[in-house]
């Protein structure tokens, strides 16, 4: 598997791909699948380099916004065309991407070569707002690792106070940073969610729009799951 992401990663390089790893790859672990950002306008020329490559490919709707999934050679793609959170990826930023290669931290984690308060900053938002609770990310244990002795510097740079606003918004920053603040200093609990919950809550409820958007968002990928728009993969053509 190592050499087939390698290849991936390789491919997307050499032929100008811009992408940003959302998590880690801990090659420890089997890998089912790598969470990756990618501009929408540079999918089809993906596409077509993969292809030459691996052969067939096939694809599947994708049950949130902003999403698709690609399967590569029995490797799927989770591909997101923005900076995303929330169930079914309701709330979609207008951020600007931290577009990088990838570098290996160890022989077998494979982390996006980036900033480290960049890569904190997405993965900590992940663990609040697209989960339950944090251990129901096949990649907790790895943010704990990595994070558990370093969390309070990361938590005080300006690229992580900025997310804040940007997901919270100013009015709100302050109270979802306590938030998270109690998170760390708890101990890194993976069970936790009051915090998960009330932090989602804090971002529906940012405005009225976006609450009916979320509800609109809710009723319709249910129904696309009900109908079974999201059971097979698909062919590329």
């Known amino acids: 598997m190592i050499e087939k992401v390698n290849l991936i990663f390789s491919l997307f390089n050499s032929n100008n791909i811009k992408y940003y790893l959302l998590r880690p790859l801990d090659f420890r672990d089997e890998i089912k699948d790598i969470d990756l950002i990618v501009l929408e306008e540079e ?19 994708s049950n949130a916004n902003a999403s698709t999934q690609l399967l590569v050679d029995g490797l799927l793609l ?10 079914r990826k309701s709330l979609v930023l207008s951020y600007d991407i931290p577009f990088s290669s990838v570098v290996y931290k160890t022989e077998y984690l494979l982390l996006p070569d ?22 129901e990310s096949s990649t907790f244990l790895v943010f704990k690792d990595l994070y558990a ?8 740079t300006n690229y992580f106070k900025e997310s804040l606003v940007m997901i919270y ?6 109270q979802a940073e ?6 760390f200093n708890n101990g890194l609990n993976p069970s936790e969610t009051k915090i998960n919950i ?25 129904v696309y799951r009900r109908i079974g728009r999201y059971e097979n993969y698909r062919t590329v053509k």
């Not at 591909?79 to 959170?85: P, Q």
């Not at 002795?149 to 005080?156: A, D, E, F, G, T």
């Not at 405005?207 to 009916?212: D, E, R």
């Open 198 to 222: 009330a932090l989602k809550e804090m971002v529906i409820k940012r405005s009225i729009a976006f609450q009916l958007k979320y509800i609109y968002d809710k009723i319709k990928f249910g």
């Open 178 to 183: 306590q938030l998270i603040l109690s998170f």
């Open 43 to 61: 999918y089809s020329a993906l596409k077509k380099i993969l292809t030459k490559e691996f052969g067939q490919l096939y694809y599947k709707p």
């Open 169 to 174: 918004s100013s009015k709100r920053k302050k």
């Open 78 to 87: 989770d591909l997101k065309f923005a900076i995303c959170f929330l169930p």
């Open 149 to 156: 002795n370093r969390w309070s510097q990361l938590i005080k």
């Open 114 to 135: 980036v900033e480290e308060e960049k890569i904190f900053t997405f993965w900590t938002h992940h663990l609040f707002l697209d989960k339950k609770q944090p251990s």
